[in-house]
């Protein structure tokens, strides 16, 4: 059982950057690809950002491409999402997940384990 928590989510004004973590906890997130996924309200959830448990090899949005960068350190067990030139229309609850499929899968149905997310709310 793998348990990610996700913390930094905050308010930040258009232009801004913030950074998300998500730490895991029970077994090492070595294994396991990890994706970032956003749900604006009203809206569905998406992909936003992944990266491959062993290659290192990342996937993007094109809605985030060139702003978000996506990162993972195993032996701290984490995730990290640089995100930077923020925007209104990146307000959502981000969430991080894990994936036991190789690649960077973009449906969150491959995803297995979930955090309970963190709000990023960017004022215009």
């Known amino acids: 059982q793998v348990q990610p928590v996700e913390s930094g989510g905050v308010l930040v004004q258009a232009g801004g950057s913030l950074r998300l973590s998500c730490a895991a906890s029970?077994?090492?997130?070595?294994?396991?690809?990890m994706a970032w996924f956003r749900q604006a309200s009203g809206k569905e959830r998406e992909f936003v950002a992944g990266?491959?448990?062993?290659?290192?090899?990342?996937d993007y949005a094109d809605s985030v491409k060139g702003r978000f960068t996506i990162s993972r350190d195993n032996a701290k067990s984490a995730v990290y999402l640089q995100m930077n030139s923020l925007k209104p229309e990146d307000t959502a609850v981000y969430s991080c997940?894990?994936?036991?499929?190789?690649?960077?899968?973009?449906?969150?149905?491959?995803?297995?384990?979930w955090g309970q997310g963190t709000q990023v709310t960017v004022s215009s």
């Open positions: 029970g077994r090492s997130l070595s294994n396991y690809a």
């Open positions: 990266i491959s448990a062993t290659s290192g090899n990342t």
């Open positions: 997940a894990t994936s036991p499929l190789r690649g960077i899968p973009r449906r969150s149905t491959f995803y297995n384990y």
